[in-house]
T-cell receptor, first 117, second 110 residues
Framework: GAVVSQHPSRVICKSGTSVKIECRSLDFQATTMFWYRQFPKQSLMLMATSNEGSKATYEQGVEKDKFLINHASLTLSTLTVTSAHPEDSSFYIC?????????????FGPGTRLTVL | LAKTTQPISMDSYEGQEVNITCSHNNIATNDYITWYQQFPSQGPRFIIQGYKTKVTNEVASLFIPADRKSSTLSLPRVSLSDTAVYYCLVGFSGNTPLVFGKGTRLSVIA
């Protein structure tokens, strides 16, 4: 199946700094990507929908000025956690759909573990 | 988006068949039913998808009754490596996001 990668796989940063997470579709073009956050022992929570060439759509309760999303190309979306705080520590996962695939399937990246000290 | 309900957890011994049922009473006509598997600290992995009746692949089977208000994921002869969280999702997908419920935590015991 199609492959979605994320970089970095884990990051540790100091409180107040900004962290950028990349999500790439390796062998297909994705006009839409999705960003999720997952806390320990909990389910994935949708944060935002990233649209190539336009503004992201954020879910209720997600601060767009804190979680900056840029979908600059058909294979790359970035999530920047600005002025990170310990409560932002979480597992961040992106997904994308291969429009040429036979299923209505979304492929997920391996996730990025963010720890804010 | 259709809401799904599935058991919070299940235990099984190695070699047994495991059936996880998901309820989705307000499924829409265009909705597909998709199951994902997630291991700790990994992204979810697609298992199987169906619209109606039965679908089978090399990993699992998916049974969907005629009214489509529920579905059952069947894992034949589970092994320890099948210990994971299994999510049932309902939706058209495409460019709409998948909304995850709580999932079922399957523990396979030797």
């Amino acid at each position: 199946g199609a492959v979605v990668s994320q970089h970095p796989s884990r990051v540790i940063c100091k409180s107040g700094t900004s962290v950028k997470i990349e999500c790439r579709s390796l062998d297909f073009q994705a006009t839409t990507m999705f960003w999720y956050r997952q806390f320990p022992k909990q389910s994935l929570m949708l944060m935002a929908t990233s649209n190539e060439g336009s503004k992201a759509t954020y879910e209720q309760g997600v601060e767009k000025d804190k979680f900056l999303i840029n979908h600059a190309s058909l294979t790359l979306s970035t999530l920047t956690v600005t002025s990170a705080h310990p409560e932002d520590s979480s597992f961040y996962i992106c997904s994308a759909r291969d429009p040429t695939g036979s299923y209505n399937e979304q492929f997920f990246g391996p996730g990025t573990r963010l720890t804010v000290l | 988006l259709a809401k799904t309900t599935q058991p919070i957890s299940m235990d099984s011994y190695e070699g047994q068949e495991v059936n996880i049922t998901c309820s989705h009473n307000n499924i829409a006509t265009n909705d597909y039913i998709t199951w994902y598997q997630q291991f700790p600290s990994q992204g979810p992995r697609f298992i199987i998808q169906g619209y109606k009746t039965k679908v089978t692949n090399e990993v699992a089977s998916l049974f969907i009754p005629a009214d489509r208000k529920s579905s059952t994921l069947s894992l034949p002869r589970v092994s320890l490596s099948d210990t994971a969280v299994y999510y049932c999702l309902v939706g058209f997908s495409g460019n709409t996001p998948l909304v995850f419920g709580k999932g079922t935590r399957l523990s396979v015991i030797a």
